[in-house]
């Protein structure tokens, strides 16, 4: 059984319009929700043995207050620049994610909506339909090997909400 968390970034600040879009940092309710849904995660019981994130600071920094949370070494994030995307249909994390170390039994992929939607509809049948900021997934896989991922072979252990909690 293999456990893939999936978590769009928390919510952005729109305060610094000359900002690049990759530089834009969380606003204050985006990290008071990245930390009460790492503590929802959290108190599941899972042992996630690897975070990789988008580099983007809005990502990066909602990895890093998850990492924190749940006692996860910041320095043991990986930093994967091709999750920096809005409109893939998941392939690009998923082809990251079947290369995976079969040792670890759950994941946690910090990344951007639409990519973060058209994946877990892509893994489970479309039960979602919707990917708010900050909102999580956890995708649940009856395979030993991360290789054996096929498109609609995942269930959604549960999907929470900032608002939901």
Sequence with gaps: MKRLIIVRHAKSSWNYPDLKDFYRPLNDRG???????????????????????????????????????????????????????????????????????????????????DTLLNLVENLSHGQITKFPTCAAACVVFPINSWSEIKTKNGQVEFFMTPKSL
Excluded: W
């Excluded at 043995?49 to 998850?66: D, E, M, W």
């Excluded at 249909?89 to 079969?102: A, C, E, Q």
């Design 31 to 113: 990290f008071q929700d990245a930390v009460n849904m790492a503590d929802y995660i959290n108190n599941k019981g899972m042992d996630i043995g690897l975070f990789i994130s988008s580099p983007a600071v809005r990502a990066l920094t909602t990895a890093n207050l998850f990492a924190k949370t749940m006692r996860y070494p910041i320095d043991k994030i990986e930093q994967e620049p091709s999750f920096y995307e809005f409109f893939d249909d998941g392939d690009i994390m998923l082809s990251k994610v079947r290369t995976l170390d079969n040792r670890l039994s759950a994941v946690a992929i910090f990344g951007h909506n």
